[in-house]
């Protein structure tokens, strides 16, 4: 079955330390995104991806970093620029262009980080 | 600025009805999604609507009122598993979602 990936499911953080989500797709979509979710909150768009090898920072990018170095990958480091980053963040995937702004994205399980 | 209302929290009894409401103010407009979260799981897609009118899925039904910024998802029979956070999300102007916090959806017996 095609899907989202995202690993691990729980994730630990200490000081001064960067850490690196994962995040695989096979359902061949050229886009890809990552959201924080906080409690009472929206999902927060961190960043985005419309092609390999190119991507753009979303409304909290600060503190965080992508690579999209092949077009089922997109991995998020949370570094130590982060000060606050305790929350559950979720990978999602479409497929692009404004002609498929009808087409739903699509989620990965996420992954909670917490602070040691 | 761009802003999207639900309410917070509802409660519902099994068996019933039960409508939560979101209204927007976007830079543009290029449609409306209803997603499903389980608390701790991934959203999953409910429907999707961009002409004004009632789309019909089964259990699930969504309306969208261009004009007055208003969409609502409307959930029939209600079962014990439709406990869930309802995500509203639009399609703004630049073909980007801006989602609303969310209404946790409370059945009861």
């Known amino acids: 079955d095609g899907g989202i990936t995202q690993s691990p499911k729980y994730l630990f953080r200490k000081e001064g330390q960067n850490v690196t989500l994962s995040c695989e797709q096979n359902l061949n979509h050229d886009a890809m995104y990552w959201y924080r979710q906080d409690p009472g909150q929206g999902l927060r768009l961190i960043y985005y991806s419309q092609i390999v090898n190119d991507f753009q920072k979303g409304d909290i990018a600060e503190g965080y970093s992508v690579s999209r170095e092949k077009k089922e990958s997109f991995p998020l480091t949370v570094t130590s620029a982060q000060k606050n980053p305790t929350a559950f963040y979720l990978c999602?995937?479409?497929?692009?262009?404004?002609?498929?702004?009808?087409?739903?994205?699509?989620f990965g399980d996420g992954t909670r980080l917490s602070i040691l | 600025g761009q802003n999207i209302d639900q309410p917070t929290e509802m409660t519902a009894t099994e068996g019933a009805i039960v409508q939560i409401n979101c209204t927007y103010q976007t830079s543009g407009f290029n449609g409306l999604f209803w997603y499903q979260q389980h608390a701790g799981e991934a959203p999953t897609f409910l429907s999707y609507n961009v002409l004004d009118g009632l789309e019909e899925k089964g259990r699930f039904s969504s309306f969208l009122s261009r004009s007055k910024g208003y969409s609502y998802l409307l959930l029939k029979e209600l079962q014990m598993k439709d406990s869930a956070s309802y995500l509203c999300a639009v399609v703004g102007g630049n073909y980007q979602l801006i989602w609303g916090a969310g209404t946790k959806l409370i059945i009861k017996p």
């Open positions: 999602a995937s479409s497929v692009l262009g404004q002609g498929h702004s009808n087409q739903p994205q699509h």
